[in-house]
T-cell receptor, first 114, second 113 residues
């Protein structure tokens, strides 16, 4: 089945230690998104790639970076995680970025910062 | 600007009964999409149903239907014959053409046996 895969499902890191989260998709979608979701809140969009074009949200901290080396893979890098970065990180994909295009989410990576 | 409102922080429903989760939205665009997602305690965001702003028929997907009232700007989710596995957080979301997906605050649904 076509799907969105995130690894690892759970990640523990230390304060200030860089961490990379991975997302891959077999849907061959053009757009890949990264969301941050804190407990009992709605997901918050960090950035997205439309093909190779990177689109950063204005309020996304510089501490968060992303790479998309090819259509299938996208990475979220947190350069110096703080305690406030502990959250669920969700990757999503969509065929296009119009209002009719459904976003399909991966299972998420739950990040703990010690 | 896009805005989504879910006024029910939590809902209870008896197993096998139907439940309606409310969602209202605000937009000045004519072209937009409305989505409902289910998020169990495991954290995965599961797509349930989609309604386009130009669709005249209400969307249905199995036990899920979307009661779309365009003039009132509401897009309520109806779950028929509730099951214990329906217990989860439910998010209503909207996307205007070329804009980002905006989520409501969510409604926690608990199905009682």
């Amino acid at each position: 089945d076509a799907m969105v895969i995130q690894n690892p499902r759970y990640q523990v890191t230390q304060f200030g230690k860089p961490v990379t989260l991975s997302c891959s998709q077999t849907l061959n979608h053009n757009v890949m998104y990264w969301y941050q979701q804190k407990s009992s809140q709605a997901p918050k969009l960090l950035f997205h790639y439309y093909d190779k074009d990177f689109n950063n949200e204005a309020d996304t901290p510089d501490n968060f970076q992303s790479r998309r080396p090819n259509t299938s893979f996208c990475f979220l890098d947190i350069r110096s995680p703080g305690l406030g970065d502990a959250a669920m990180y969700l990757c999503a994909t969509s065929r296009d970025a119009q209002g009719t295009d459904t976003q399909y989410f991966g299972p998420g990576t739950r990040l703990t910062v010690l | 600007a896009q805005k989504i409102t879910q006024t029910q922080p939590g809902m209870f429903v008896q197993e096998k009964e139907a439940v309606t989760l409310d969602c209202t939205y605000d937009t000045s665009d004519q072209s937009y999409g409305l989505f409902w997602y289910k998020q169990p305690s495991s954290g995965e965001m599961i797509f349930l149903i989609y309604q386009g702003s130009y669709d005249e028929q209400n969307a249905t997907e199995g036990r899920y239907s979307l009661n779309f009232q365009k003039a009132r700007k509401s897009a309520n989710l109806v779950i028929s014959a509730s099951q214990l596995g329906d217990s989860a957080m439910y998010f209503c979301a909207m996307q205007e053409y070329g804009n980002k997906l905006v989520f409501g605050a969510g409604t926690i649904l608990r199905v009682k046996s």
